[in-house]
């Protein structure tokens, strides 16, 4: 068990809705990390928050938002869905300073 | 953007074989890491490599870090099925933000 918790564990929904993942990260943990991960496909970089700020954006769409809260536990907010957005989303947290960050147990998201 | 290129892709071994996994990039890091993914599940660390040259041993696994900090191995001796899974390597970027930058993975068969 890593310490980083996600929910939903799993989600199936319809093309143009709008969905929420949640994250909590590691106690202690300042820093959240979210990552997609398509199949056949490596983790790909969403977006980064540093105690409420964000730090750093990777290949996140438009369509798609994140914020992390002042308990700094942080949502991924995926809106308009399409069939291409079905992909396994990973949670991560680190310290500041740590070489290392640490995976929740991801959320499996399905489009119909 | 930092990338790390990983070799071989795929990886179908006999059990009680050895091999080696490399991860290589043009660029240095702060830091190595080493994570492993089963099907449907978030990135499980391995190991964390900070110095270059640096080498770690866990029973039948050993990690290296490169001189320069460019680049890393892992070598596991006596292959189990227990082994198989994705490996993963991700270096701590030396830009601002302290944003990890993930390889493109082996996917590894160790055959009963």
């Known amino acids: 068990d890593s310490g980083v918790t996600q929910t939903p564990k799993h989600l199936i929904t319809a093309t143009g809705q709008r969905v929420t993942l949640r994250c909590s990260p590691r106690?202690?943990?300042?820093?959240v990390y979210w990552y997609q991960q398509s199949l056949d496909q490596g983790l790909q970089f969403l977006i980064q928050y540093y105690n409420g700020e964000e730090r750093a954006k990777g290949n996140i769409l438009e369509r798609f938002s994140a914020q992390q809260f002042p308990d700094l536990h942080s949502e991924l907010n995926l809106s308009s869905l399409e069939l291409g957005d079905s992909a396994l989303y990973f949670c991560?947290?680190?310290?500041?300073?740590?070489?290392?960050?640490?995976f929740g147990p991801g959320t499996r998201l399905t489009v119909l | 953007t930092q990338l790390l290129e990983q070799s071989p892709q795929f990886l179908s071994i006999q059990e009680g074989e050895n091999l080696t996994v490399y991860c290589n990039s043009s660029?240095?890091?702060?830091?190595l890491q080493w994570y492993r993914q089963e099907p449907g599940e978030g990135p499980v660390l391995l190991v964390t490599v900070v110095t270059g040259g640096e080498v770690k041993k866990l029973k039948r696994l050993t990690f290296q870090f490169g001189d320069a900090r460019k680049d890393s191995s892992l070598h596991i001796t006596a292959a189990q099925p227990g082994d198989t899974g994705l490996y993963l390597c991700?270096?701590?970027?030396?830009?601002?933000?302290?944003?990890?930058?993930f390889g493109t993975g082996t996917s590894l068969t160790v055959i009963p």
């Open positions: 106690s202690g943990d300042l820093s």
């Open positions: 660029s240095v890091f702060s830091s």
């Open positions: 991700a270096g701590k970027g030396t830009d601002t933000g302290n944003q990890f930058y």
């Open positions: 991560a947290s680190s310290d500041e300073w740590a070489d290392t960050q640490y």
